[in-house]
């Protein structure tokens, strides 16, 4: 058995993706599988992933090409083929410090954990900032401070494959399904205080923005919800997951709603988050998170209401800082 899978989906990142392979292929980990997913591309992605598997015959690098199904079915047919003990995720334009897996891989099997978070730096054009995750405790605080993201961690491949959970159809928010869910079944976590991978914002991803990403998000949290109710987490959860709600369709669903150039839609894609969550969680301005981690963000939640909703909006939109 390989020690450490590393799942690589590629989607028309032909002058990224190299860059990517070359952080994976420089670990000091030498027992590292690299799955590498071709989702389609309209680009060379292909022929690049091709070129770099046969320059380096040695590296244990496999290239899969599919119909183009989005990220989050390119994720799952990752996870199909994983050989390894541990697996981890890597975005096509992003990299990741060389000793990553071996010092992540370490920690796991000398504490025997079903996942380990370690922190991460935010990179774009403006440079680069530390972001720190953790520690906290497994249970509802993880779920409130937990960044669900799927790349700064790594998980026991028996363990996730023992759980009925996968990557839900779409392009948005898969990665906060997959590991909102997995908060609840988790007991054995830990942590490496240390950044390893850059997570590269590309700025196309920020300015192309419509209501179908808001209303995935919202599909994405009823997933979320109708799982915690049928594996009886729900009640456990409940405060925790009215927050996580209040964090995207206040936060989130926000800041790129009020991207949307036409008024009538971006009014329009607002409220379809807005409704979600006063019809899922009616006394969400009571919630204990609120109060209990305060904070600008948190004060600013509090104050939204069905009056200043759309003057809250536009407020985030044009206050909230780069993550830079």
């Known amino acids: 058995m390989t020690a450490v899978s590393v799942i690589v989906p590629c989607y028309n ?25 071709n989702d389609g591309s309209e680009d060379s992605t292909l022929s690049v992933l091709q070129n770099y598997q046969k320059s380096y015959p040695d590296l244990n690098l496999k290239v899969y090409s599919k119909q183009n199904e989005g990220i989050a079915e390119a994720r799952n047919f990752g996870l199909s083929k994983v050989t390894g003990e541990y697996f981890g995720f890597l975005d096509s334009d992003d990299y990741a410090e060389s000793s990553m897996f071996e010092d992540l891989y370490r920690k796991a099997v000398s504490e025997n954990l079903e996942l380990v978070i370690s922190d991460f730096w935010w990179e774009n054009s403006k440079g680069q900032k530390l972001q720190k995750e953790g520690p906290y405790e497994t249970g509802p605080d993880m779920m409130v401070q937990l960044f669900a993201v799927l790349w700064n961690k790594l998980y026991r491949t028996s363990f996730i494959r023992s759980l009925d959970i ?35 914002q590309q700025e196309k991803s920020i300015t192309h923005t419509n209501n179908d990403q808001v209303k995935n998000m919202i599909e994405v949290f009823q997933i979320i919800q109708k799982y915690y109710r049928d594996h009886g987490f729900y009640e456990e959860y409940r405060d925790a997951l009215e927050y996580i709600h209040i964090k995207f369709f206040l936060g989130n669903s926000f800041l790129r709603s009020s991207k949307i150039v036409d008024k009538k839609d971006r009014e329009r894609t607002i409220r379809m988050g807005w409704d979600l969550l006063n019809t899922s969680f009616p006394d969400w301005h009571h919630n204990p998170y609120l109060k209990s981690l305060g904070g600008m963000k948190n004060r600013y939640f509090s104050m939204v209401n069905e009056h200043n909703l759309m003057f809250f909006a536009w407020l985030f939109r044009h206050f909230k800082k780069d993550n830079l």
């Open 13 to 37: 990142c032909e002058k990224t993706v190299e860059r990517t392979l070359d952080s994976l292929r420089n670990q000091t980990l030498k027992d590292l599988e690299i799955i590498a997913i």
């Open 166 to 200: 996968s990557f839900p159809k779409g392009d948005r928010y898969e990665d906060a399904c997959f590991l909102y869910c997995l908060t609840c079944r988790l007991s054995k976590i830990g942590f490496v205080d240390q950044p390893y991978v850059h997570y590269v």
